[in-house]
C-alpha cells in the first residue's frame, strides 16, 4: 500500500495523537478518527493485550461542568477497538458490537488516563475492559467493549 515516494495522508495526525511510527502502514492510510481528534485523545501505549491513552477533561464536558459520560464511552471504546483491530491483524478488522460503562465518581478538571486490558482475545470475538482514572489514580469509570473480528471484503 504504502511506497518510500507517498507519505500517508495521515502521518501528521497519528503522529500528533502518539501513535508509534511502527503502526504508519496499519493506520496512515486511515487516520484515527476525527472524533478521536476531537476529544483529544493521545496514546501513550498501543497493543493488543495493553492500550493506554489520556483524554482532556477541558472540551469534553457536559452541561453540569464534568466529565460526560459519553466521553468515558468514547475513550474506552477507542483504546479496545484499537486494541481489537491490532489483534485481528492484517486483513482482518474489528468491529464493535456491544460497549457499556459504569460510572463512578465525577471529575471536572485535568486529564483522564484509560487504561484497556484484554479479557478475551480469540479468532472471531475479542473483550476488552477500560479502566479510566483521574491524575491521582481514582477509578472514574469501568468500561466493556466486545468487537467481532472479520476479514476484509475483497
Known sequence: MMDNFTPAPYAAELAA???????????G????????????IH?????PERSVATMPVAGNTQVAGIL????????????GSFAAGMHAGPGRHALG??????HHRPIAEGTVTGTCTAIHLG????????????????????ARI???IRDDAG
Do not use: C, Q, Y
Request: no cysteine; glycine share 14%; proline share 1%.
Open 97 to 102: 458490537i456491544e460497549v457499556g460503562a459504569t
Open 68 to 79: 460526560h459520560g459519553g466521553a468515558h464511552v468514547v475513550l474506552a471504546e477507542t483504546l
Open 146 to 148: 466486545t468487537n467481532l
Open 17 to 27: 495523537a502518539g501513535v508509534p511510527d511502527e503502526l504508519l502502514d496499519w493506520l
Open 29 to 40: 492510510w486511515r487516520g484515527i478518527g476525527a472524533l478521536v481528534v476531537k476529544m483529544g
Open 123 to 142: 479468532r472471531t470475538l475479542t473483550t476488552h475492559e477500560i479502566v479510566m482514572t483521574d491524575e491521582k489514580g481514582r477509578r472514574l469509570s469501568t
Open 43 to 47: 496514546f501513550l501505549e498501543m497493543g
